[in-house]
């Protein structure tokens, strides 16, 4: 299972209520209340349990994730790249796949956590390969070497992380 696929799997793991207060633990160090959006706090908490940017924390001040991260704009998204709508939520999500030109996605804040649909024209990607670049040995695995997540089957893929 390629580490793309492991963020779209542990997310999906999660698809129902949702837990709010744990992923603004893991991302920020505190939870700051139900007023506050998850829906990046759930993105970046699911990088984290794959192994990525675990030094990163949320920017409550408004930074979110993606600039902080430096997270490249792309076009082709793979799994895993992080989805963002701008208007009317300020909404990030977790890319899946695209198919006939709808995009699929894990969303948190929604208000639970769940697969959605939408179609491409509105969302913007930023892509996580330089997080998977650099990936350091000591998260548990080595760009490009499969590995397992117990109670998750392993699926046949192709080299970005599309199930075949």
């Keep these: ?4 696929t ?6 999906s793991a999660e698809i ?8 603004w633990i893991d991302v920020l160090g505190y939870d700051p209340g139900k007023a506050k959006a998850w829906c990046g706090a759930f993105c970046l908490w699911a ?15 408004g930074s979110g994730m993606v600039g902080p991260l430096k997270l490249p704009r792309t076009d082709t998204p793979s799994r895993g790249d992080i989805g963002y709508v701008h208007q009317p939520f300020q909404h990030h999500f977790l890319f899946d796949r ?5 995009v699929y996605s894990i969303d948190g804040n ?8 939408r179609r491409k024209v ?7 390969e330089p997080l998977l670049s650099a990936a350091a040995p000591e998260a548990g695995f080595v ?12 699926a046949k893929e192709d080299d970005d992380g599309t199930q075949l």
């Design 1 to 4: 299972m390629t580490t793309r």
């Design 6 to 11: 492991r963020i779209i799997e542990i997310a």
């Design 16 to 23: 129902g209520p949702g837990r709010r207060a744990d992923y």
């Design 47 to 61: 990088l984290h349990q794959a192994g990525l940017a675990r030094e990163h924390k949320w920017g409550i001040d």
């Design 98 to 102: 695209e198919h006939d030109g709808w």
């Design 110 to 117: 929604q208000p639970d956590v769940r697969e959605k649909k």
């Design 122 to 128: 509105e969302c913007a990607f930023f892509s996580i």
């Design 143 to 154: 760009r490009g070497q499969e590995f397992s997540v117990p109670g998750i089957q392993d």
